[in-house]
């Protein structure tokens, strides 16, 4: 051991002294070369071969790095007796990393490899066109070279693999939201994270069974199909729009959705961004296995109708919905994003999104940066929307969040007193089956009799089904009226006017229907699936 040690003090001090003459001797190009040669044959003669993972790559995250810090935190040969370890802000778990410079070991298929994490200082910076971290840190990756090919074939796709399985199975989903505006942080992300809790599945949610099945089949269609998606040149991709009045379910939806797939949402604020730029650099940012998501898409943005010049539609209109419409959607013309924008840009305080610049983000070719990604439109006021959202390929499925049916019902009654069907009298049943879809309630206003009543579930039922036969006479009175009004109405208009009479009568019904029936714009209504989840 003590011969070890003479020999290297020895080779060090040869070096030490070849160093210094060669700083007396020779000029720095010199130097610089022969230093470059040194590595060289270093490097040549070597057993190794390194591979650096970065945090950053150019202006982009880094996705592998993130992975691979996933991965290797879910590994236990740590040689390093220093681990870093992070608890997020209301998240569940703890997960411990390599801290600096600390190395753990890994194999794969009989392969042994190092890991090193490598934290640095960054040099002070000269320009930048947005803030970068103080450190640069990055993962170095140290294999055989006889071992390089099973690395870079398969071990790599092996830890992309692992670490979104952990990430599905043990990590929160996280909820992301733009509402810092355009403002990046130090590690250049435009979106701010909190673990996501929504405790709403498929199984708490009240709609059709036969629906559900439905959605929760093409969901399963959609992440198993990768081999689809590549064989038939299309982006693996897809959108749902969910209508329907407040308080049916559409954001529950989104959560059960999530809580399904085991995806993380990104729920989109597009009154917080200004430009088409800056909604294509969020979408950049955007992970895969995600859901994309713009919620009251006819209140944060102001649309119009391209079949309407000028004319201006949305906003505002939703209950419930997100008021104040601050961006502006210009009628979408085929022009090129912006070019409807200066219009916009004048009335509302420099925004200047444009519809096309929308429908680039949901169908261009950006939307296709980032794989397995689905995008979710929920809206009050179907008829609001411009048709070209409404078309093939932007918004696959349709689904219509209706009033509270008799199956909804029974799941509500199931998830707030525990009761099945054969838990309640058949007269009861049907005394609810005759009055549920008559009174118009929303699941949402249903859940609130009975989560009010839960300590007496006798008192709940009862309650309810007032509530139910209430409401309906109430509507049914309503109803009437209006008939009489509209009965009224057609006999004081004179014979010769009877012609426009019909006219108008006839616009009014189809937007009516539009929403009833679930369809969409006239020529585009065969595009997307429609899924109407009330019962006739
Ligand atoms: N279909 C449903 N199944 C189960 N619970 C529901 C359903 N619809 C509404 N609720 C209950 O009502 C509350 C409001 O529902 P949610 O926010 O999903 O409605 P929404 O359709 O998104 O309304 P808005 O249009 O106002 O955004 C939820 O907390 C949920 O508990
Ligand atoms: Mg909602």
């Known amino acids: 051991m003590i011969q070890y040690w003479t020999t290297l003090a020895s080779v060090m001090g040869v070096w030490a002294f070849f160093q210094s003459l060669m700083h007396t001797v020779f000029p720095p190009e010199i130097r610089f070369l022969f230093l470059k040669i040194v590595h060289r044959l270093f490097n040549w003669c070597s057993v190794y071969c390194y591979y650096d993972i970065t945090e950053i790559d150019g202006v982009n995250t880094n996705e592998l790095y993130n992975a691979v810090q996933l991965y290797l935190s879910s590994s236990a040969s740590i040689i390093g007796n220093r681990l870093s ?104 992300h435009p979106w701010e994270s909190v673990p996501f809790k929504h405790p709403s599945t498929f199984e708490t949610l009240a709609m059709d069974p036969e629906k559900k099945r439905e959605i929760m089949n093409d969901l399963l269609d959609f992440a198993n199909g990768e081999g689809f998606y590549q064989r038939t040149g299309r982006a693996w991709k897809r959108g749902y729009l969910l209508y329907g009045p407040p308080g049916t379910g559409k954001s529950s939806m989104i959560a059960a959705m999530a809580n399904f797939l085991g995806y993380d949402i990104y729920d989109l604020e597009l009154t917080e961004v200004h430009t088409n730029s800056e909604l294509r650099k969020l979408l950049m940012k955007t992970s895969s296995k995600s859901i994309i998501v713009i919620e009251d898409i006819d209140c944060s943005i102001n649309l119009t109708n391209r079949k309407k010049s000028g004319g201006s539609g949305g906003g505002g209109g939703g209950g419930g919905g997100r008021s104040s419409s601050n961006a502006v959607v210009s009628s979408y013309d085929g022009s090129p994003p912006g070019a409807g924008a200066v219009n916009g840009g004048g009335e509302d305080g420099g925004n200047t999104i444009t519809l096309s610049g929308l429908l680039n983000f949901t169908d261009g070719l950006w939307s296709c940066c980032g794989s397995e990604r689905i995008f979710v439109f929920t809206t009050n006021h179907i008829e609001k929307l411009d048709p070209a959202l409404l078309r093939s390929g932007r918004m696959d499925m349709h689904v219509f969040m209706s009033y509270c049916s008799f199956p909804s019902l029974k799941i509500l009654l199931k998830n707030y007193l525990g009761y099945d069907e054969s838990d309640l009298e058949n007269k009861m049943l049907e005394q609810f089956e005759e009055v549920v879809e008559k009174a118009e309630m929303t699941p949402a206003d249903v859940s609130e009799v009975l989560i009010k009543n839960r300590r007496d579930k006798e008192k709940a039922l009862r309650e309810l089904l007032e509530t139910l036969k209430m409401k309906a006479e109430k509507l049914k009175c309503m109803k009437k009226d209006e008939d009489e009004e509209q009965e009224k109405r057609a006999l004081e208009i004179p014979k010769g006017a009877k012609v426009d009479g019909d006219d108008v009568q006839k616009g009014g019904n189809e937007e009516e229907n539009l929403v009833e029936d679930g369809s969409v714009d006239g020529d585009d209504d065969n595009a997307a699936t429609t899924i109407t989840s009330k019962l006739n």
């Open 85 to 188: 370890l992070t608890r997020g802000l209301n998240s569940s778990s703890i997960t411990f990393g390599l801290s600096n410079n600390d190395r753990l070991v890994d194999s794969f298929n009989g392969v042994i490899v190092i890991w090193e994490h490598v934290v640095t200082q960054r040099q002070s910076q000269t320009f930048s066109w947005r803030p970068l971290p103080e450190d640069k840190r990055a993962f170095t990756l140290r294999v055989k070279k006889k071992d390089k090919a099973v690395i870079l074939g398969s071990y790599l796709d092996f830890v992309m693999e692992k670490a979104n399985e952990l990430r599905r199975k043990n990590q929160d989903r996280l909820l992301y939201t733009n509402s810092r505006g355009g403002s990046l942080d130090s590690r250049g």
